[in-house]
């Protein structure tokens, strides 16, 4: 049996592969730009409270605003990371911004009330489809489960999915979903087995990312950015970069929270958070001119700084 001395080496750093105690200029130099992350975030707080001060007496105006407080969330889980360099991991919820920059500046260019209820019927849904999975997957009748659902807990989730379904009998959602069912109906028809899953392809909208990137003018960051993060995000990045040649039959592996690419994903997450912010206040909140007018002046400023930088 081990000694306890042998047990608690094997649970300390190896500080080659993880630094856990980062240098003193290390750490001003990520805190440099986890510092205006937290700027962002700041200002956003403010907005998020301004709105819900204000809140206009229209249900669809949450839809963009829940989405504005988790572009905040990413951003401030962003900078937490980035102070500490670790800006691969970044990577990952820099690729969910963008998704969420995309899903705003939609929701704001037109039509912001119907394609509101859109993305809510289309969240609604998605519940439904889940709830529904959990009924065929555990229910008594399929024998391979080794633990089904009681008759209780039958009940309940059916509870939950009308509930939500009467939700579809309501001004607003009761559009959306009239839109989804004739839709899906016309598909059929014509044999078409695409499914209308993504809310902003709901009124003719763009069929997938690439074409809503590009309906936004965003062709380029899809193209440089998102698919080159995606494998990051979807774990085919582990190999590339993440070994170095020492030798003729010898490598090395990087350390953990390798901040080689910290300076682009912090360029990344200030752009596509700002714009955000600006694309929000323009639309959502136009009696707020003066203070869009205050932060846009400030995030440029600090981007000319931190590119001179």
Same mark, same amino acid.
């Given at each position: 049996?081990?000694?306890? /001395?042998?047990?608690?080496?094997?649970?300390?750093?190896?500080?080659?592969?993880?630094?856990?105690?980062?240098?003193?200029?290390?750490?001003?130099?990520?805190? @440099?730009?986890?510092?205006? !992350?937290? &700027?962002?975030?700041?200002?956003?707080?403010?907005?998020? =409270?301004?709105?819900?001060?204000?809140?206009?007496?229209?249900?669809? *105006?949450? /839809?963009?605003?829940?989405?504005?407080?988790?572009?905040?969330?990413?951003?401030?889980?962003?900078?937490? !990371?980035?102070?500490?360099?670790?800006?691969?991991?970044?990577?990952? !919820? =820099?690729? +969910?911004?963008?998704?969420?920059?995309?899903?705003?500046?939609?929701?704001?260019?037109?039509?912001?009330?119907?394609?509101?209820?859109?993305?809510?019927?289309?969240? *609604?849904?998605?519940?439904?489809?889940?709830?529904?999975?959990?009924?065929? /997957?555990?229910?008594? @009748?399929?024998? @391979?489960?080794?633990?089904?659902?009681?008759?209780?807990?039958?009940?309940?989730?059916?509870? !939950?999915?009308?509930?939500?379904?009467?939700?579809?009998?309501?001004?607003?959602? $009761?559009?959306?979903?009239?839109?989804?069912?004739?839709? =899906?109906? #016309?598909?059929?028809?014509? @044999?078409?087995?695409?499914?209308?899953?993504?809310?902003?392809?709901?009124?003719?909208?763009?069929?997938?990312?690439?074409?809503?990137?590009? $309906?936004?003018?965003?062709?380029?960051?899809? /193209?440089?950015?998102?698919?080159?993060? +995606?494998?990051?995000?979807?774990?085919?990045?582990?190999?590339?970069?993440?070994?170095?040649?020492?030798? $003729?039959? %010898?490598?090395?592996?990087?350390?953990? #929270?390798?901040?080689? &690419?910290?300076?682009?994903?912090?360029?990344?997450?200030?752009?596509?958070?700002?714009?955000?912010?600006?694309?929000?206040? +323009?639309? *959502?909140?136009?009696?707020? %001119?003066?203070?869009?007018?205050?932060?846009?002046?400030?995030? #440029?400023?600090?981007?000319?700084?931190?590119?001179?930088?």
């Amino acid at each position: 049996m081990s000694s306890n /001395t042998e047990v608690n080496y094997f649970f300390k750093p190896c500080k080659q592969l993880i630094p856990r105690e980062a240098e003193l200029r290390l750490v001003e130099h990520f805190n @440099k730009y986890a510092t205006k !992350l937290d &700027d962002v975030v700041n200002f956003g707080s403010q907005v998020l =409270t301004w709105e819900v001060q204000q809140l206009k007496n229209e249900e669809y *105006i949450s /839809t963009p605003l829940t989405l504005l407080r988790e572009s905040l969330d990413l951003t401030d889980s962003c900078a937490i !990371l980035l102070s500490k360099g670790a800006a691969d991991s970044a990577k990952i !919820l =820099t690729r +969910s911004l963008f998704e969420l920059f995309l899903s705003i500046g939609y929701l704001c260019k037109a039509d912001t009330k119907q394609r509101s209820y859109a993305y809510m019927v289309s969240s *609604i849904l998605d519940d439904i489809k889940y709830h529904n999975s959990v009924l065929q /997957t555990y229910s008594q @009748k399929n024998g @391979k489960v080794k633990m089904p659902l009681s008759e209780e807990q039958i009940l309940e989730i059916k509870e !939950l999915i009308w509930g939500k379904e009467s939700l579809f009998d309501m001004p607003g959602y $009761e559009d959306a979903y009239k839109y989804y069912c004739t839709e =899906t109906e #016309r598909r059929k028809r014509i @044999k078409n087995n695409r499914k209308l899953e993504n809310w902003y392809s709901y009124y003719d909208g763009p069929r997938n990312l690439r074409g809503l990137s590009a $309906e936004l003018g965003a062709d380029d960051a899809y /193209t440089f950015f998102y698919s080159k993060y +995606s494998k990051a995000a979807h774990g085919n990045e582990s190999f590339l970069g993440k070994m170095v040649s020492s030798g $003729e039959y %010898s490598a090395e592996m990087v350390q953990l #929270r390798s901040f080689s &690419d910290l300076q682009s994903v912090f360029h990344y997450i200030f752009m596509f958070s700002t714009s955000i912010l600006e694309t929000y206040l +323009s639309t *959502i909140l136009p009696e707020r %001119s003066a203070e869009l007018e205050i932060f846009r002046s400030w995030s #440029r400023q600090e981007m000319v700084k931190l590119i001179k930088d």
